[in-house]
Every structure is written in structure tokens, then in C-alpha cells.
């Protein structure tokens, strides 16, 4: 008696089967206005490069994130994809250009805003990913919470072009996105960093202090950049039409 | 020797205090959008009638969340506030009426969603301030996931109404927000209910689960249904002109 | 005034046998410049009944945290001390006043904040310990951090007494001992409180988030007003000499 | 005064005594269905290999699990073992093929299911124990749960089969059991896998989700794909006959 | 601007509307094999007799778990359902007959087993769900770990049933399902029980082991007898027919 | 098809079997040294009741802990066993004592100390297991770890005795185990009392403090005088001869 | 639509730009009285790099934390600062020499004790950050707690200095600083350090432990001994006057 | 101002400076009967070297634990100690022989048993502590749970011998010294060992179920095998006698 597999036939419009071991949504934009984000981490490489193969042979781009510099040097060099792939923010995300890339419309501009430097990497990941679908960016890193001169002149030059949401990214006791939805008038997403060590360190005080905050600022996991970056892209209503 | 204390003099127009106690952000409205609002629960009786006195007196509103009953039939009986207050949501919220009422303007629909029947009486804060605010409700309780089919007809509902923002609202395991974030283009933030007994009981698991989701969604605390309905007020835009 | 350091010699003098259960430490305020308090939580009502009882017959007086309503009812009602007991911060701490009562010189300021109205009372208990050692205290509650003007104005105010020490009351997210830390010359100790619910709640991402401080704070354990109080103490260098 | 130790005489029929380290226990087959399967991770690799010698020796088969690269190269090239084993899923797990290989009936499918790609070499695992005892099993690797099409395709394909056993496989959020076993009439055994990071991430938000279920599916450890596969094996009452 | 509510019409086949806040789904028996149970504990009172009051008056039976002494006295007394309402096991777990009960076929026999006489109230849950399912139990309470003989004396009696799955309810240390799951043939499924104290207390550690057991048993959370009764109710190909 | 209940049959000599619920462990005495301890939280009270029925009946005698005062009021009241039962330690002890009382020969002493008054009551359980079985016990409460005249006066006194195990409780910061481990020659067993609040509070860092003590000493669960008692009198090497 | 991002101008007084990614705090030692400490671990090197460069271009110099050998390395050789800089502490601790050193007054001495000897690499980090800013210290390291006479004479030697502040390190059960402070008029800091291994190692016990200490200690997180440092400064009212 | 740093002298009797960094103390075994043990992991190799020189110089010996291979290498090749030293159980352990061994009298025998073959080497170091000491041992290795016969065995053997204590290793689900302890009169200490993955492993759920057992066991930490050891030797009574 063997193992029975019966191979699911590919479904041209909404969905790429791609061997057995994956199945990426293409319908996922039209459906809710965001791409599927491919994690490297712990995918299997060669499930990773066979996903974009598939992808590319389909004339198909695709964002890519937590790529380790060991599969980002293969994918930059041995594998032939077809389509340009480029890596951004320190290397750990890479985007493979579609052949006929998206127009799209940005409602609205997000701003991006760290407490420390430190937190900078992590953020850099959901600017890459705000930018690569067209929405409009304005930063300030580095803002402290243990000098509030830092904070107050950050935020009066970022109000000045109207943000529709923040981003605010804190590690160690994750004070920041408190303090700044205290101050403006968007909603404001807290991103807890990895940094920090000792008791809740590695954002876990900066997670918990955020889900305990007296302002109403909602919340993503640890290092979740990019799901910040589309529950973000989500609420600017940004929309991308294919030709 | 003995103490110093020296009161700070009322500021007349963006805060009120109330003895030495307590300090009402009345600013918060005009430079957030969103009110403050009042959490019963851990304050002093004398304290929270003190707050609600003071305001009454200047004639403003307030909302207040949870209240317990024995509270609750103080603040119904004993107390003469001068404004008239209400109570919703099962008994946990107090509304006082300020003396002007604000316009509103609501910008957009807010979609309430509970995996269960538990989850509805967390979920009805949120409804309450919500519409106290003068935002546009529609709701779906109890769709489940343990057969699909109750959600898929709700969401089918739901989606006519082209909601801006979905609050969803889930015990146990919690992943109604992620089912729900795969299939509609607003965003989606998670409510975890203290629903479910055990390991990951009082919501733990759910909270967790939403924080680990596939879909981008972002959180807050377990039955923190105020912070959510603040969050989404901020994200529709209402906003409020006093006469 | 300089300091003065009496080694302590055993023990006629420094130690008070209560039954078997109940050794009271009589040397520690010449040891350490602090006395014992006793803490009623957890003990036998007997136990605690006969510590005091035992106290006073010697003359000594002495400082009971965390009465239940329960017990210091019998203490104020029912049993015979023959020292007057006085019952501070809405009832949960109680004075026994010595027969000599001893002269205390305070060596600077200590200044109590809170974050918000719900810490008063936690704080209240750290201003009766400092009080009952002849230290000056000067306070400021409900300065919030959602909005920092109430924050930069208290402090303005506190900052014109020159503390020589910051206690700093804060429950939920905990940040207020941070922003603090960042403006003021003197030490902050940050108390955080059982204040908040949900993931995090009852004082423990208060906790960890301070201890996570990116400014240098020292913290004690949640709700451990008496701690901070008795650290406190020791800091001002405040000393009581008998006659 | 010396070490005492007086080694256990071998016991012929339902144990192996390998030199006084190990005591492996040849009549579990007989007693309960399934064979005892050796987890090479936690063992010293002198131990490993001395227990396969011992085993070849007298003509036994074996299942290997988690076989790091290092030790499966030391058995692959160095060790004569007398019996051939082969190495299956991604070189985590080695099988000693027995002298008289078992003649084995199957009752009934299992399906093994996924969520994600990255779930894939965990529940090969079980698909290699399984097949390894002679039971048919059938597949569906990342079926999702952020677009529900992929899922209900996937079911479609394999309820035909009328699988006796699902064992779904998922990290992350883990609502994929929840999902299935609302759909389906077999038992469904949850099988956390070590995918995804921040607070719940390597499995832990995965198992508390499945052990918050609301449907009524049973859970296996975090990776413990071997166990499920084992418990999947007396589920499905396989039984060998040796000749 | 106000709340826009409509309600979703009722699915007379598949799903049972009850007001706004339950969706009782019908369909489960048929597409899962097991019915859908009404967890008690958590519900507001109001829904719960809403829920049953519209089950009933369809003439649809039910099962309800977790009732509080409070709630079953509401039930028993003063609420007039149309349908008879059984009450069983400690008065924890409600049955309402349905108007024309479903014949049943049992397939194989479910052995229920406990470590200790504290877990016999929780075992008798699953007990009750199994029967009220018309499912053969056969019990064997009180057979500790801390001496082997009680033990095997009663699997040598269960097993004379050849029981088809067995149900092991243990607390504190939850050794007894992998002692079981070591000398039986039929699949093991573990159920830690909310049964000691100190650290690991509350079935924690129950939990945690049996996770971690070196046996290929299957888990539930904590005192989540229905789930487990469910679980094998689905196992033993317990099928129900409607008239 | 109904539920298959077979009783076994009592076991006359080692097991003495109570209706279906429970089954004593008479022979626990003969083959551990220790008799079996009847721990009544979380036991049903009928079930309780009938098991100290049974053994009163049969002439055996039972130690029962944590008796809730209602519980033993029923006991002491209500119910008639035929033979004795004696209440020890502030009530939550009871002895039924046995119609032929065992003479019991002690080797050595076991010393009993704890940190503070808190602890006492728990220690009591401990004094009152071990004197029960005929132990010389010898005692030292509140010897504090804040000011170490008080533990030098202490142990001094106690060594003139030469215990033979040291069982040391401490709530807190769980200290004192440590320091009098460092101290003395004979084992000694660290039990955390669940004395403290906040963080670690409720005996969780004293039991960790204790595990990694830097001190050799063994540990066991929060509150578990019974076991710390029960391991004592092992290796005390007591016995009981039944007559 | 591309990304919006306008540099804020250097503030010559109180801030320094570094790029985009860095804001120095210059005016945090007029501020609090102890200068800003760059914490090397989890920066980018080039950010970390960057930030010395902008530093030593404008005269100031700086302490850094944490440095890896990697990081120290490239520090050492290939960066051309312009200012010397100098490491301490096995290497772990860097000193940017500013170009007009500070003239410190030092009021009082600080006592750096530890439990053992693991503890004392983290202990030198204090000792850096002290010596740096000009306050005399005086050590004590491996006093231990499991024999008391080390500590009590190590005690005897500080208290000659009567120093204002302890500093006590300690790893595993984290005794020491309680023992310390019951014996002290000082106040003492405990510094868990993340020594031990097994529950509660790394630290975290002995973080537990002393936020229960019964005696009246302030905490700093695990291994933080700059924080602790600097707090101590602060305490000890150490003030830089630049030229 | 600079630092003040005061050598103690050494004590010649019962304590050994070695250099600022070390006290080791050599009253202990005259004190509490068993040396300090020195542990190498955490303690900087530097440190480790000086304090065995200073131990060696005086004629005294030492046992070392968890020895990393290249420390150990350091010590076997590069150090001239002038004493010899060996190195034990799979190298974790170096034993310095002291210039006059002492004689030891045993006083009864200690089992070793560990559930599987991964626990073996940390069941070595304990071995290695008691035979240094001069203790009788006794051993059965891989006796598991998951089949009893292989315990009972190995119990009947290892009773023949008499043991005075049983320390019993496990991992993963801990059960073996709860089964233990019912079956034996010596007291028995349970070592949970750091086997096992997912949640609970590592050694946490065997650590916690050990200290939830229903028997009378005591507990050391995770892998604390030399605590267990030097516990017995005191149980033991084995004394040392220094010529």
C-alpha cells in the first residue's frame, strides 16, 4: 500500500501551485487590496527560489522579506529568474519587478517614526514595502522618549504634511507610540522592536507596554514591519489597477 | 516638618482638576479627535464621583466604561450630577449628556464582528462609543469558525455596506480577525475577548494567535473594545464641532 | 548634620520575642536608618494582634501596611493597645505611635507623582511612611502621559522644591518614571501598580517596561509603595534619634 | 568504597540492553501497535550508533528521528551497521530496514494537510513514519487560511479519499485544525510547527490556539509530528505481523 | 448619523438564528458527525435561554456544559422550554431531548479512565457526552501512578472490553496517560485536569507533560472533557440518524 | 447501547476500594515508609466523607489536609466515623485516628524554621504530619534573613539538638534556605510559601530563588509542607510497626 | 509618488544630527546631571560608527556599552576618530576622551559588591561608568551568601568608606543585596546579574527575588550595571562642569 | 578623586583570596560536610586558571563542573597546576586531587537512575560528585515509563542493595521519580534533565510535573545533577577526615 497524492490542477487566475509545496495567492489584491508578502525565514530555499521562478515565468512580481544574506547572495547571483529582483533596507527584503509593474494612487501619506536607532533596520522594512506599492513616506528616526525636545520637534514637522497613520516603532520599555497618539490626530500603530535586553527585553516589554497603553493606539507583533506596512496600506485605501 | 503641597491653578480651557486626584484632558478632543474616556474600573468611587461632578458642573460630557453595578447604582441614584446620564451596553458604560451636544460627522462605516455569542457583550462597548461619537455601526455576532458558511453569509452582508474599518472580536482561539482580513479590502483590527478557560483561557490565546496571524492585522489588548472603538473613530475621521 | 553609625551590639535591646511565632526587629532603624513595618497582609490576625500588643506594652511604636477593612476593625475597636493607633491612606496603613515619640531631621524633599487617579491611593502609602519619618514630601498626581502638558507643568512645579528624590507611580504601560528620568537632576525610582487589565495588566508590563527604562530608573516591585518609602528614606539620609 | 553496578542480564524477547546506556524495548510493537521510534537529538552520537549496531545485530529495524547532518553522515559513510538505511524528508529522519521486513495492513487514509510552505519538511515527517508502517496516506500542502478558496479546493480533493485521520499541520496563529475539523467528519489532530516569530512565534501561539479550539480537535506538541503519526498509526488500528 | 442593523434572514436547514447575538449551527451533526455543544460559562444568562428557548421550540435537542448552580436553577425552575431538560454529572452538564431523539449506532467501546478521585467530576463530562451520543463507556477511576498495582489491575479489566480509544483525566503531574498509552493498543487521548497547587498547579504541569510525554498520546486543554468526548465520538464512527 | 461499569473487587490487604471513586493505598505504609495523605481540596466533599467512612470502618486511621472550615465543620459535626478525628494547625488538618494506634520508633530530629510569622501556619502543617508519625520535631519561626542575629541566635540553639534534616520555609525572596545551608551539616529541604505580592509574589521567586540556590539543597512545590514532611520522615528512616 | 522626507536642522546646543538615523542628546548631563550612554548592541556599525565620527568631529566625548570584540576591533584599528578612546572592562566598554575634559566633583563613595565570581565582568561595567564620571568607588567582589563570615568582614572593610550607595551584584538566587541591606544604613541597589542555569537562570530569578526582598531595596534590570551607574551618580549628586 | 580599593588578607583557615575577583571556601566541607563545588561555565577562563593555581599552590583539591571543551583543553594542556587532574563523565568534569586525599567513610548506597539513555551524561556528573566523595553508587540507566517492565526490573535489582536515597533523572514528562517513589522506602530526589523539545522542553515541564508529583519527592533545577549529589552526600552522613 503506498502514499496516494493527488496533485490539485493550477487555478490560472486567483491562485500558483507551484510543485506541491506551494500555493500563491494571486487573487489576494483584488481581494483585499494587498500582496501576498513571501517570509523567507523558514521556508526551505529551494521552496523560496521555486516559488519565484513560478512567479517570474508568470510575468509576476512579488516582495520578498527576512532574507537571510546566504539565500539573498543566491537569489542575487546563481538563480536566473527572468525579472529584475532588487534588495532594499539592509538586505533583508528583496522585490522582484513585475513585467508590466502596477499603476497606483496614494491616499494620503504615512508617517514612519522610530524612538531609537537601533529600531531603524526593522523600520526601514515597512518604509520598503509602503514605497514599492506607491504609497507616500515620511519619516523621523530616533525621536527618544527621555528627552521630550527630540519628540515635540519630530512630530511638528511630520504634522505638517498631514499624515492618515503612524508608524511608530519603539524597543526596550516601548513608551513612544503612547506618547505620540497623545499628540495627533491619525491613528497610530505601535511596532514593537527586538530590542532590549534582560527581562522583557527583545520587545517584549515594548509589546506589552503598547497592548497596556492609555491611548488608543492598536498594535502588531514584534518586528512585524510589514504587517504594519499593509494594515497601513490597507487604511490609506491605496489600490493599485494592472493595465 | 511636614508636607508641601502646592495645587496647580485650573486650567480653564484643555484640562480640569478635580481636587488633587485628577486632572480631565478636556484638550484631548480637539488635538486627538477622540474623547477621553473615563475607565471606572481601579479608581476610587469618591474619585470617579468627584470627576463626574466637576464635569457636570462645567457642562461636559463623558463617557464612562466599565462600571460595576454597585457603582453604577450610586452614580443612578444617590448622586445629583445637574446632567443627565445613561447607561448602555449591559450596564457597563455610563453616558453623560454634555449640556451642547456636538455635530458630528461621520466619515465611513464601522463593521463589529464576534466569533460568539460570549463575545457580545465586549463587543457592545465598542458599538456604544462608537455611535456616542456619532459614527455609522453595522454588526454580524456570533459567525464562528467552526463551519464556515455562518461567516461567508455575514461577511456577504457586511461587505454592502462598504465598511472602512472591521473590529472583530474573538475568544478562544481568535482567528476569526485573520479569516475575516483574507477576504475584505478595510482593515481589520483584532479584539481578543476573555472568553475560554484553561491554557491560553481570559483570551491569552487569542490575543496571541491575532498577534501571530498570517494576515495583516493589528491589535489590542484583550477586551480593550474602547481603545479599538477609539482607534477606528481616529481612522474614520469623525470629527466633532461644538456649537 | 553629619552621619552617625552605632554598631549594633547584641541583643536584649534589639530584638522583641512574641510568642514563638514573632521575633520583631527593634534594631534596624539604628542599623539601617529605617524601621521594620509590618506587613498584616498574610498574617494571622492573632499573630499580628500580638506583635502590637507586645510593641506597645514595651512603648514601642511601629507602622502596619496593608490592613485589611476586617482587622484594623478589630484593631480600632476591639483590642486594647494601650498606645493610640492612628489609620492612614483610605484605611490600609496604621500608625502605632510610640510612648517617646522620636525627633526626626529631614535631610531635603522627596517628591510622589502619579500617572494617573487610580495610583493615589498606592501612592498615599508612601507618603504616610515618609510623613511618619519627619521626611518633607511634596506631590503630584494624575499627570498623565497621553497628553505631556499636564506632565511638563507638574513638574515645573515640583522641580522649584529641589527633590532630592523622585517616586513615581504608574500602572498600564507604565512610562511616566521614563519621561521623569529624562527632565529631572534628581533619582527616579519607579513604583509601577496593579493598574490595567488584560495581557500585561495588574502592574506587570508597568514592571517590565521600567525595568526596560532607556532612562537610568531603579525600580521596586509592583505596588511596593512601603519599599520605595523605606528606600526613600534611606536616601534623604533622614534619622531618628530617641530620647 | 567503590561503584556498584551489576548490569541487567539481556532479556531476549522484549528488550535490547545496549551496553548500560540504553534499554531498547522491542515488544512495544506486540503490546501497542506502534514501534518505539529513536530520537537521535539529546543522544550522544556513541550512544545513537550502539544502539543501531545492536539492533542491526540481531536483524531489528529501526525509525530514526531528527537526525542532525552531522551524525547522518557518520551512519550514511562510516558505520557498518550490517542492515541498509535510508534517510528520508530532508535528512531528518533514517530508517534501519529490518532483516524480514513486517507485512502490514492498512485500515483506512490519513490525510496530512498544511497551512503553510514552510510547515512542509515538519509533517514529512509523519508522512515518512506512516508510509514506513505500511499505512496511505494523502496530502494537501499550503492550503492557507488568509484566502479560505485554497482550503475548500483542497478538502474537496481530499475528503474524496474519506481520509479516517486528518493531521493538519500549522504555525503562526495555528487556525487551520479549527477550520478543518469544522468541515470534516474524521478526527482532526492539530500538529503545531516552530513557524513564525515575536510573542507566540517557534509554535507557541499555534499550540495555544489548537488547545483553545472550538472545535474538538486533539493537539500533539510543538513539532511532534512523530507522535501524531504514531497516535495516527493505532487510530488507524495498521498492525505488522512479523513472519 | 445612526447604526445601521440588518438582520440576516434564518437558514431553516443549517442554522438556527436566535435574535442578533447566536447562529446555532445545525448542519455540524451531519457534516462533522458530532453535534454542536452550548458552552454554559461565559454566556450572559439571557442568551443562553434565548439560544435553548429556540432550539427547542423547533423541537432540536442540545447539550449544554459548564452551567453554573445558578443558571441550572433558572433552567430547571422558572424557564418553561416546551422540551424536557435532564441535568447530569454534579449538575454541570443539561440535556435537552430533542422532540424525536436519533437513533444511534455505537461503533467499539470508549474506555474513560482517571488518575485520582478529584478528576472523577470532570471525567464525568465526557462520560455524559459520550452516552447522551449513544456511545458503549467503560470506566476505571482512581488508579493513581504512585503505585503501579492499582493501575494494572484496572487496564487489565478495561482491556477484556477492547476499548477502541481511551480517555485519561489526570492531574498534578499527568503521568498517568503515558503510563497508559505504554501498555495499550487502542489510542491514547490525554485530558489534564485543573487539580493542584503551588506551581504547576491548575493542571499546568498536567498539561505541560503530557505534551511532553514519551508516549504518542494526543492532548486537550484543561478539564476540556467535551472536547475529548467529541474527539472520540468522531474516532469510534459514532453516527447519528435523524427519523 | 448503555455504558459498561464493572466494579473490581476490593483488594482486602493493599487497597481498599470506595465506591467507584476511589481507591486507598493501604499498602503505602509497608512499601514506602510513608502512609498515603488524603489531600481534600478539590475532592468532592461526599467523596471525602466516604473514603474517611471506609477506613473508619475497616479501623484505619488517615491524615486529611487542607480541610476548608466548612468542611470540617461537616466532619466535626455531622458526620460519625466511629472513630476519632482530631483537628490540628489553625484547622486544616484532621487525624482520624486509627483503632490500633502504631508504635513508631524515631531516628533523629527534624528541624522546622521559617523566614517570617507568614510562614507559620504552613510550617505547621509540616510539624503536625511528621509528629503524627511519632518524629521529634524542633522549631524556629521567624528567624528573617533581613538582620542575621536573628538566624544566628536561631540555629545555634537548634544544632545543639544535631537535626537530621533542615526543612527551611520562606515566602519572598525565599532566602533563608540558602544561608542556612551554608551553615550546617545536615540536608536541607527549601519549601516556598506563598507569602508575597506583585511580581514573584505568592511563593513563585522564593521557589526559584530556592532552585537556584547556590547552596545544595532540594526543593519541593509552594505550600507543600505535606510532601516536605512525608520526604522528611523517609529519610528519617521512621517506621511504624503495626502491632 | 515618492517618499517625503525633510531633515530636521541640527540643533547646535542640545542635539546632534547624525544622518538620518541618530539624534545625540547633548544636553542630557545639564539636564539630569549623567550623560547619555551609547548602548553599542543591536546598532548598526555603521550607525554605531557614525555617531563617534559626529561626536569626536565636535569635541564631545562619549561612553559606549556592550561593544562586541568585532565592533571594539574596528573601533580600534580602522576608524580615524580624531579624539582618543580607550576600553575597560574586558574590552566590553569604550571611553571617547572629549576634547576639554569635565572637572567632576565626586560627593561621597559608591560600594560595588558582588555575590561571585561570575558576577564580577558585569560589575566592572559600573565600575567604567563611575570612575568615568569622577566618583570614588570602593569593591568587594565574590562575598557570597552560602558561608556568611565572607560577607561580614568584605561588610566590615566597605563601611570603614561609608559609602551613600551599594551596589550589589548577584546571580542565581540573588540573596546577597537582601542580606546586604538589612545590615546598612546606605541605600542599596540590587543588580541582578545572568548568572545560573536551569528555571529561573540567566538572571531571572534573581530579578524575582530581590523585587520580593524583604528589606527595602531598589532594582535595575538584568545585567544593567550602567543603569544602576548612572543612578548612582545621580544619587550621589556627582556634577561635570565643562570648561 | 580616584578609586579606593582595600585587599581584604587572606584568612589562612577557612577562606582563599584569590587575587579581587575570588574567595573560595575552604571551611566549607568542615562546616556543612561537602566541598564547594567550583562551577566553570560563566566564570571567565582567567578566573577559572587563577583559582586552581591558588588551590593547587596550598595543596588543596577541587572538583570543577561543566567544564567547556576548550577550557578544559586549556587545562589539560597549557596549565601547569603542580597537582594532577583528571577529567570525568564525558569531560563536563575535572576532578584536582588534593596533595593528602582525605579518607571518607561511607555511610549506605545511592541509586542513580535515569529514564533514558539522553540523561545518561548528565547522570554521570552526580556519579562522578558521589564517588569522589567516597560514596557507594548503584545505577540503572534507561529504565523509561513507557513500558514498566524495564523499571520494575531494574528496581528489583538496584532494592537488593539497599539504597539510602534514589536521585532519579528525567526529561521530557518527568514521570520516573513520581513512579519511583511509589515503589521505594528511601527517599528519592528527583533531576529534571534539559530533554525534550516544544513546549514544556528543555526540562521545564519534567521540572514542573516533579514538583506537581503525588508522591513525596524533592526537586533540584533543570540539570542540577552536582546539587543532587552533594544533597545525598549530606543525606548520606559521609564525612571527610583530613589527615
Redesign the interface.
Known amino acids: 500500500?503506498?502514499?496516494?497524492?493527488?496533485p490539485?490542477k493550477p487555478?490560472s487566475r486567483?491562485?500558483l501551485d507551484v510543485g506541491?509545496?506551494?500555493?500563491y495567492?494571486l487573487?489576494?489584491v483584488s481581494?483585499?487590496?494587498?500582496p501576498?508578502v513571501i517570509?523567507a525565514?523558514?521556508?526551505?530555499p529551494d521552496?523560496l527560489v521555486g516559488?519565484l521562478r513560478a512567479l517570474a515565468k508568470q510575468g509576476h512580481g512579488a516582495i520578498v522579506s527576512r532574507l537571510s544574506p546566504k539565500v539573498r547572495g543566491r537569489l542575487d547571483r546563481e538563480v536566473k529568474l527572468g525579472l529584475p529582483m532588487t534588495f532594499h533596507a539592509?538586505g533583508r527584503m528583496g522585490l522582484l519587478e513585475p513585467r508590466r509593474p502596477a499603476r497606483?494612487t496614494?491616499h494620503g501619506?504615512a508617517a514612519v517614526v522610530t524612538?531609537?536607532?537601533?529600531d531603524?533596520?526593522i523600520a526601514e522594512e515597512a518604509?520598503t514595502v509602503l514605497?514599492s506599492q506607491?504609497?507616500?513616506?515620511?519619516?523621523?528616526?530616533?525621536?527618544?522618549?527621555?528627552?521630550?525636545?527630540?519628540l515635540?520637534?519630530?512630530l511638528r514637522?511630520l504634522e505638517r504634511?498631514q499624515p492618515s497613520v503612524y508608524l511608530v516603532f519603539a524597543?526596550?520599555?516601548?513608551?513612544l507610540p503612547?506618547?505620540v497618539?497623545?499628540?495627533?490626530?491619525?491613528?497610530v500603530?505601535g511596532v514593537?522592536t527586538?530590542?532590549?535586553?534582560?527581562?522583557?527585553?527583545k520587545?517584549?516589554?515594548?509589546?506589552?507596554?503598547?497592548?497596556?497603553?492609555?491611548?488608543?493606539?492598536?498594535?502588531?507583533?514584534?518586528?512585524?514591519a510589514?504587517?504594519?506596512?499593509?494594515?497601513a496600506l490597507?487604511?490609506l485605501g491605496s489600490r493599485s489597477q494592472t493595465d
Chains 1, 2, 3, 4, 5, 6, 7, 8 share one sequence.
Not at 41 to 44: C, T
Not at 181 to 187: D, F, H, I, Q, S
Open positions: 500500500v503506498g502514499r496516494v497524492r493527488r490539485g487555478s486567483t491562485q506541491e509545496f506551494a500555493r495567492d487573487g489576494r481581494r483585499t487590496g494587498v501576498e517570509l525565514e523558514g521556508k526551505h521552496h516559488i539592509h497606483r496614494s501619506v524612538a531609537g536607532t537601533a531603524v533596520p518604509v514605497e506607491g504609497a507616500a513616506v515620511i519619516t523621523a528616526f530616533d525621536v527618544g522618549v527621555a528627552g521630550l525636545h527630540r515635540t520637534r519630530a514637522r504634511s524597543g526596550r520599555e516601548g513608551a503612547t506618547i497618539a497623545g499628540l495627533v490626530r491619525a491613528p500603530v514593537p527586538s530590542v532590549g535586553y534582560g527581562r522583557g527585553g520587545g517584549e516589554a515594548a509589546l506589552t507596554a503598547m497592548l497596556q497603553s492609555c491611548a488608543p493606539i492598536a498594535v502588531v507583533n514584534i518586528d512585524a510589514v504587517s504594519a506596512a499593509l494594515f490597507q487604511l
